[in-house]
């Protein structure tokens, strides 16, 4: 067979409903795996959350352990599963799910949440509508979110005053952009002093980029309807590029090569990137450290307002023990509830997923004093879904590789995503291959 077959355990109502550990047993012990994708001090956050909830749910010991990037958190779960030691539940980058389902290494939660006494529609109708293309995969409930994030446009005001421009009319168009980045960017002779825009490029970053530009230019980057489909050689992604390369080549308002977002966050922080397009995932730490009035803004449009959900969602692996398994749910309901979900988005940047975190005191209040933070919740109206497709991560570093060549200035953007599209089409080749209609 193709993919990996593996049994997956704990998905009977048996196991959803299995009794808790007897007086004298002492706690089920649980890990959960999460990742530190953004800037700032989400780490101590984490520990923070857990050691509330341990203080609060005697009968479990959950311990929360770091796995670095989305990209290793992946790979360190996969190796946990296939070591037969999953961890109980994964802070997990949303994009992932469908790949993970398709190769049987994620438990389907309909259970659970029938034996909760509501439906999966009750439970979904919990979370913002936007992320459900995420969550939800062949009609049952796989993920639940958790911190979410769409991109935005961060302006530092004080560099928009100077050059004229108005930060409370921010840019709305990809024209406006380029007009705002050349009167942002200042010279010294033929040395940038000053960048005008500063946009992302490293893996997994660049990815989301790349969708965040092509939807706002009225395209696809899949097929949301099937993982073996990737739409890199289109005009809509050329002209998402070729915006994006002559930023560089071409108007010189934004630094060559591609770079991380650490570095991104940096150079804006620092002032010397007037303009950024980043995570709301980041804006707490720009709101900490920014010593400038600044503005958070929809990403500008070219054709139209669009933007992917990024982030991640808790998930429970397969393989797990039933007791594991039933801590692991409390764990993601008490974490994905309004309190804790508006304090994890007042702490970290991130929006939260659940509608009701808008409605708690704390929330209305703190917004009340930062409505930077309401932007990202705001363009949840023009939101879609992360791409997901089989083999997700490969399948988009072979877009990811082509981009950095191109921002380096060592290749041409028709040419580069001719070369994403026919490396992506043979890794989803034994996709396709498998779920093909065999005729008579």
């Known amino acids: 067979m193709l993919f990996s077959r593996r049994l997956m355990l704990g ?106 006494g509501t439906t999966k529609a009750q439970f979904l109708g919990q979370f913002f509508p936007a992320l459900h293309g995420n969550a939800v995969i062949n009609r049952s409930v796989y993920g639940v979110p958790f911190h979410n994030s769409t991109p935005l446009l961060y302006i530092n005001a004080e560099h928009a005053k100077e050059a004229g421009l108005d930060p409370d009319k921010p840019p709305q168009t990809w024209a406006e952009v380029t007009d705002w980045a050349k009167k942002l960017t200042k010279r010294d002779g033929d040395k940038v002093t000053r960048w005008g825009i500063a946009i992302p490029c490293a893996y997994d970053y660049c990815g989301w980029m790349m969708e965040t530009l092509t939807m ?117 309901k008490w974490m994905t509830s309004p309190e804790k979900s508006g304090w994890w988005s007042r702490a970290t940047g991130y929006f939260a997923p659940n509608m009701a975190a808008y409605k708690t005191p704390e929330m209305v209040e703190f917004l009340a004093k930062n409505p930077d933070a309401k932007t990202a919740v705001d363009q949840l109206e023009v939101a879609k879904p992360w791409f997901a497709t089989y083999k997700t991560v490969p399948v988009r570093k072979t877009l990811e590789d082509e981009v950095m060549l191109v921002l380096n200035g060592k290749k041409q953007p028709k040419d580069a995503l001719v070369a994403a599209q026919k490396a992506a089409d043979e890794l989803l080749r034994p996709y396709n291959a498998e779920t093909a209609l065999k005729l008579p």
């Open 11 to 116: 998905l009977t109502m048996a196991g959803a409903l299995a009794f808790p550990a007897l007086a004298g047993e002492g706690p089920s012990e649980i890990d959960l795996f999460f990742p530190v994708p953004v800037d700032g001090k989400l780490a101590r956050d984490m520990g923070t959350m857990i050691r509330e909830f341990n203080e609060t749910h005697p009968g479990i010991k959950a311990t929360a352990v770091y796995t670095g990037s989305y990209d290793e958190t992946l790979i360190k779960t996969r190796a946990a599963i296939k070591a037969g030691k999953p961890p109980a539940a994964v802070i997990m980058s949303a994009n992932f799910l469908l790949d993970m389902q398709i190769e049987n290494e994620l438990t389907n939660l309909d259970a659970l949440i029938a034996a909760d």
């Open 216 to 332: 706002s230019n009225g395209g696809r980057y899949y097929n949301e309807e099937f993982g073996g489909e990737v739409f890199y050689d289109t005009p809509s992604m050329l002209g998402a590029l070729t915006w994006w390369s002559d930023l560089i080549a071409k108007h010189k308002v934004h630094a060559p090569g591609a770079t991380p977002g650490p570095a991104v966050s940096t150079s804006f922080i620092s002032g010397n990137a007037s303009m950024m397009m980043l995570s709301t995932g980041s804006l707490t730490y720009v709101r900490d450290n920014a010593k400038f009035p600044y503005k958070v803004a929809f990403i500008p449009r070219n054709v139209r307002n669009a933007v992917p959900i990024g982030g991640a969602s808790l998930i429970i692996p397969a393989g797990l023990e039933a007791d594991k398994q039933k801590a692991a749910w409390t764990l993601i």
